[in-house]
């Protein structure tokens, strides 16, 4: 039986700022955009959760349940900067890490035990070094399986602790549940379910093949895990799937050379996020969103690097073949990472190139201590100002 650890960090958008502005401090703080702008809600204060707000929430909706909320945009650069600091803690502990976001993940520690001792020590400790060290709050989970670890870790939200040792223990937890508390049952299955007279878990355990019968494969994977059955493994992941960043603007945009404007400062952002993660990415995807709501995507995949000129140059290639009509969002995605750029360094490359890696890392290394606005190109110099002149 396998041993696993799940980390959440409570609140970490809002909780990082609050950390910053102690002003912020026990006030409802609402991240994503101001309540005159299009927008979603990205994080929420658990204060600003007692008025109904939630992630991916329309601000306007947000606004409507929380108007005396304090209405914030994201700053990436903190979290991410952050989220490297957690994940090195996670990293003593084992090098089975299933990250699923910036501040969550999976660690499977089976093999960890008999070097740290209990889960449980594992699991307390690392709670303390990211409080100590970051000045946030995690809740941690440890179970038997990945499904027993997740649900543990919300037990006791925010800044929580529980275990879940045992399959019995799972199903005794959550046996009158609602049934979206089994992994994979989201909205639409739990109304496919509601259908046939299952709401709850103990619906699932009276009605398992009306289940299977209803939704297949699906079906008999979601009454396993009611029985605690739970098979998946963490997959361990040096490298993310995909990294990205996207503008809404408050008015559509038609200039183009503002779009290139914006692609530049993107792509500046992303560079600085995976350097700060060692990796390289091959495939650059501008994504785009016309004023009449159609999205497209279009991709272009290289050598891996992680420099922010090569981004924008393939980025701004994408940006110069679509179809030129108002935009209403713009944005960059990376993917197919690699640690380690497309051409490698030899005995047979010159002082420059040298010279080069030896630059990138000093001013990595600058960025890291002074924040990622110590050093910037003229081009970004310039694409910044002239984004600050059009006021969009």
């Known amino acids: 039986m396998r041993t696993i650890i799940h980390v959440d960090m409570d609140a970490f958008y809002a909780a990082v700022e609050a950390r910053d502005n102690p002003a912020l401090q026990g006030k409802p703080l609402i991240i994503g955009a101001l309540p005159s702008e299009r927008g979603v809600v990205s994080t929420c204060s658990y204060e600003a959760r007692k008025y109904g707000v939630r992630s991916a929430m329309s601000i306007k909706e947000a606004y409507k349940l929380c108007p ?22 996670w990293n003593k502990y084992t090098d089975l890490i299933e990250y699923i976001s910036l501040d969550e993940g999976f660690l499977d520690v089976t093999g960890s035990m008999l070097l740290f001792g209990e889960a449980a020590n594992m699991g307390r400790e690392i709670k303390s070094m990211v409080k100590d060290q970051t000045g946030l709050t995690c809740s941690v989970g440890v179970g038997y399986s990945m499904m027993s670890a997740k649900l543990a870790s919300e037990e006791k939200k925010p800044d929580g602790f529980f275990e879940i040792l045992t399959p019995e223990a799972l199903k005794n937890l959550i046996v009158d549940r ?7 049952v989201g909205p639409q299955t739990a109304e496919e379910l509601k259908r046939i007279g299952v709401n709850t878990v103990r619906d699932i355990h009276a009605s398992r093949q009306a289940v299977i019968a209803l939704l297949g494969n699906h079906g008999r994977q979601i009454v396993e895990l009611a029985e605690g059955i739970d098979h998946r493994m963490v997959a361990s992941q040096a490298k993310s799937q995909s990294v990205g960043k996207e503008r809404t603007f408050q008015q559509d945009i038609v200039d183009f050379d503002y779009l290139r404007d914006i692609l530049r400062l993107t792509a500046r952002e992303l560079s600085y996020s995976i ?41 701004a290639g994408l940006l110069d073949k679509i179809e030129r009509r108002p935009v209403r969002l713009i944005g960059i995605t990376l993917s197919g990472f690699d640690d380690a750029p497309g051409r490698q360094l030899s005995l047979f490359d010159s002082d420059t190139d040298m010279k080069g890696e030896k630059l990138d890392a000093l001013v990595l290394n600058l960025q890291q201590k002074y924040g990622m606005d110590i050093v910037k190109s003229g081009n970004e110099l310039m694409a910044e100002k002239r984004v600050k002149t059009a006021k969009k």
């Open 68 to 89: 005396d909320g304090i209405y914030m945009h994201p700053n990436f650069h903190k979290y991410e900067e952050a989220s490297t600091q957690i994940h090195e803690i």
């Open 178 to 184: 609602n049934v979206r508390i089994v992994y994979g």
């Open 275 to 315: 350097r700060l993660k060692g990796l390289y990415c091959r495939t650059v995807t501008l994504k785009a969103t016309y004023k009449d709501m159609k999205k497209i995507a279009r991709s272009k995949s290289g050598d891996a690097t992680n420099k922010a000129s090569d981004i924008f140059n393939t980025a």
